[in-house]
């Protein structure tokens, strides 16, 4: 008996289903010894260049900002090729490898791209946010070590600076050698005080800044600087303190400015112990005795000498101070300190 023919369009007869075709993952394969050993190093070099990365941000300066700064600079990019190639489900370790480095790389170059300011520039911008006429920059991620005792050391600087010169200014004398200041046994002494005290507040901020060192050295010692950053930063100020054409020159002013009040308070005590004699009128000065008169001269004029050789090393420490500016894009203004004068207003 013969199967009849099946009609087209027919349904095929029913029977057992019969399974399609399966996709199986194919196994991982393992990695070759010297494939391992690519990996290894392309993550090596990958903190490699993170660390790099970090020492460029710091100057070269390794602190514990830098080691944060370095951590930071590995994770970041370590993450993100763990997301893309380093997860199990999709572990392809030289993917990942490559990857890290890539990302190091690319992080490393943004890094060196930053323009990075010379010393100068540098040292200019703590000078004016110590001295309050430039904001602290904030917009970084951390305040360096260096950075803020750089800026502590200078505050402290110029506020001593700021304050003598304030000092400075309040006991000025414009009547110095003036007939007027030979008016009377008042105004010779209160003329003869005014000299006393403008000579011991500027001998006095000269012994400020001969303590300066000291003073440095226990800010440095309390800084959270190594040991070795502490021991680069005191020679470097020990060697510009020492080599200060600036502070040589003040010393000099020091040592001119005693025999200078020396001269005066001897011309004004002699001119108290001859009041009958001296006679201010109409804008001079009379004397009627001739030898109070050539005694009087005498010490006048070498009181003026004198004074006249302080103006000189005055303008010579202003032009220093200048110039001193000028070497790092200062000006007066930048710190809001007055010219040094040493001297009484002549």
Not at 96 to 123: A, C, D, Q, W
Not at 288 to 293: F, H, I, L, N
């Amino acid at each position: 008996m013969s199967t009849p023919p099946i009609p087209p369009n027919a349904a095929p007869p029913a029977g057992p289903a019969i399974p399609g075709p399966q996709f199986l993952p194919l196994p991982a394969q393992p990695l070759s010894v010297a494939k391992r050993i690519l990996v290894v190093l392309l993550v090596l070099m990958s903190i490699g260049l993170g660390v790099l990365k970090a020492l460029f941000w710091s100057g070269g300066v390794w602190s514990a900002e830098a080691s944060g700064y370095a951590l930071g600079s590995v994770m970041i990019p370590l993450l993100i090729a763990y997301a893309i190639a380093g997860r199990k489900r999709s572990l392809r370790p030289m993917a990942f490898g490559l990857t890290f480095l890539g990302l190091s790389s690319l992080l490393l170059l943004l890094e060196m791209s930053h323009p990075r300011k010379n010393i100068n520039e540098y040292v200019a911008d703590r000078v004016r946010e110590a001295a309050g006429t430039k904001p602290v920059n904030q917009s970084g991620a951390f305040d360096s070590p260096e950075d803020i005792l750089l800026r502590d050391v200078l505050g402290d600087i110029l506020k001593t600076s700021k304050e003598y010169a304030r000092k400075r200014k309040e006991l000025s004398v414009t009547d110095l050698y003036a007939p007027e200041s030979f008016a009377g046994p008042e105004a010779i002494r209160r003329t003869r005080a005014s000299v006393q005290n403008i000579t011991t507040l500027d001998h006095d901020f000269v012994l400020q800044v001969e303590q300066w060192p000291d003073h440095v050295g226990q800010q440095v010692a309390a800084s959270s600087l190594s040991e070795r950053g502490k021991k680069e930063f005191v020679n470097a100020f020990l060697k510009s303190f020492s080599n200060s054409e600036t502070l040589a020159t003040r010393r000099q002013i020091d040592q001119v400015e005693a025999n200078w009040c020396a001269s005066t308070l001897a011309l004004y005590d002699f001119a108290l112990a001859h009041t009958a004699q001296i006679h201010p009128r109409n804008n001079q000065i009379f004397v009627g005795d001739e030898p109070v008169r050539k005694r009087f001269n005498e010490l006048l004029r070498q009181a003026q000498d004198q004074q006249g050789d302080m103006t000189d090393l005055n303008a010579k420490l202003d032009k220093l101070q200048e110039e001193g500016l000028q070497r790092f894009g200062l000006n007066k203004s930048d710190i809001g300190v007055a010219p040094s004068s040493g001297a009484p207003d002549r």
